[in-house]
């Protein structure tokens, strides 16, 4: 599996470990940044890692700022992504599982980075269930990105 990795700078250290471990199961890693601790934007990179999904060359992407708030915030702006917090080893799989997430988000001031190589395994093993109830779920989050699409007016 391809997977397309960003940070920013305060993820910058566990995005290494992330990385490693990703490679270290037969991930290949596309990694969109950034590449030191000097202060970046996470909205920026969020925006990096989601459109590399969206054109196809990850299956999915993984974001670690500070908490994975404000790159799961970011992510989730964008329509064909749903992105999600997982800090813990269910909501890591049972995302992919039940709503088919595609970008997990992680944050460097919460997890550690023996706790965050466990999160990407189940991730990345995980996948979106066959069952008609999650398959029509995800679809209804499609129809709430069109309605708002189409709720959006020029200023
Ligand atoms: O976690 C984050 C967003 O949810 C950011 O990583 C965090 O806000 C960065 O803060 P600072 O610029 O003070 O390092």
Redesign the pocket.
């Given at each position: 599996m391809i997977i397309a990795l960003g940070c920013?700078?305060?993820?910058f250290h566990l995005k290494t470990a992330v990385a490693e471990h990703l490679k270290s199961i037969g991930c290949d890693v596309v990694d969109h940044g950034c590449y030191s601790a000097d202060?970046v934007d996470?909205p920026d990179i969020a925006r990096l890692v989601c459109h590399s999904v969206l054109r196809g060359e990850a299956a999915r992407g993984i974001m670690v700022?500070?908490?994975g708030?404000?790159?799961s915030i970011a992510a989730n702006k964008i329509p064909g992504i749903r992105a999600a917090v997982c800090h813990d080893y269910h909501s890591a799989h049972q995302s992919v599982e039940h709503d088919d997430v595609n970008v997990m988000c992680v944050?460097a001031?919460i997890v550690g980075a023996w706790l965050v190589k466990d999160l990407i395994s189940s991730y990345v093993t995980a996948t979106f269930s066959t069952e008609e109830q999650f398959r029509r779920r995800v679809e209804k989050l499609a129809v709430l990105e069109r309605e708002a699409a189409s709720m959006i007016k020029p200023e």
């Open positions: 920013d700078h305060a993820g202060a996470f700022c500070g908490t708030v404000g790159a944050g001031q």
